[in-house]
């Protein structure tokens, strides 16, 4: 988006008059063929989120969240229970369109309605919902509600040595924008923070890429997608930075 100039002959950003910034995210499910979205609730989610857990027993998911693992039903029902009661960060449960059992945490944060800005982040996916369809769509869900409400930024951040992360950021149209090096302390460690985003202007090209591969058209009799998101996502320079 180019500059413009005042009247002192500096460059300075376009103007918005027409902005007005958007509403907080409602704590409304989001619905779509592989997954819904609900608010978080200890007594809906928490019992069967654990199970799932206890099932998956892999402490590295943990690694670079800023909580976890969790030694019992009890200490993650009471985790789900102070989050859940919070607005930011806005927790969702991921939920199975199948069975309509919770199979996973993802949630909005840092959302700043004055500059269109919100973030998504504290995903935990338990062995069920991992790299599968719904993964996809419950992403595709949130950015779409975020954007359709009149968010402007949505933002992605990670530890920048998280590969994987880094990895399903580039996959669902994020752009790379740099690391904030020694940006966060957490689990008595500092991180350097990698930043990913979506702005408006591009989002109805990835909205129609995610929906395209999330077609019915694009997955077999088994489930199974035949192309890959990569083969629908628009051409750009990738990410260049280390890690990545």
Aim: neutral net charge; glycine residues 6%.
């Amino acid at each position: 988006m180019s500059a413009t100039t005042n009247a002192h002959g500096q460059p300075i950003g376009p103007a918005l008059p027409n902005w007005q910034a958007p509403p907080q995210p409602a704590r409304e499910p989001m619905a779509g063929r592989f997954c819904r979205l609900e608010p978080l609730s200890p007594t809906r989610h928490a019992a069967t989120l654990y199970e799932q857990i206890a099932i998956d027993d892999d402490p590295s998911g943990w690694t670079y969240l800023g909580y976890g693992p969790f030694q019992s039903a009890a200490a993650y029902r009471a985790w789900v229970a102070d989050v859940a009661a919070g607005d930011d960060p806005l927790f969702f449960a991921i939920v199975d369109a199948q069975d309509n059992q919770p199979i996973g945490v993802a949630s909005y944060l840092r959302i700043d309605p004055p500059n269109g800005a919100i973030e998504v982040g504290h995903l935990h996916f338990t062995h069920r919902l991992r790299q599968t369809p719904a993964a996809t769509e419950a992403m595709a869900l949130m950015m779409r509600r975020a954007f359709e409400l009149g968010y402007r930024r949505y933002e992605w951040k990670c530890d920048a040595l998280n590969a994987p992360s880094r990895r399903a950021a580039a996959r669902l149209g994020f752009q790379f924008e740099g690391v904030f090096r020694q940006a966060v302390v957490y689990n008595g460690r500092s991180r350097d923070t990698a930043w990913f985003s979506i702005i408006d202007r591009e989002w109805p090209a990835i909205d129609s890429t995610l929906t395209a591969w999330l077609a019915p058209a694009n997955f077999d009799a088994a489930g199974r997608q035949r192309q890959s998101l990569s083969a629908f996502m628009p051409r750009r320079e990738t990410e260049t930075e280390t890690g990545g």
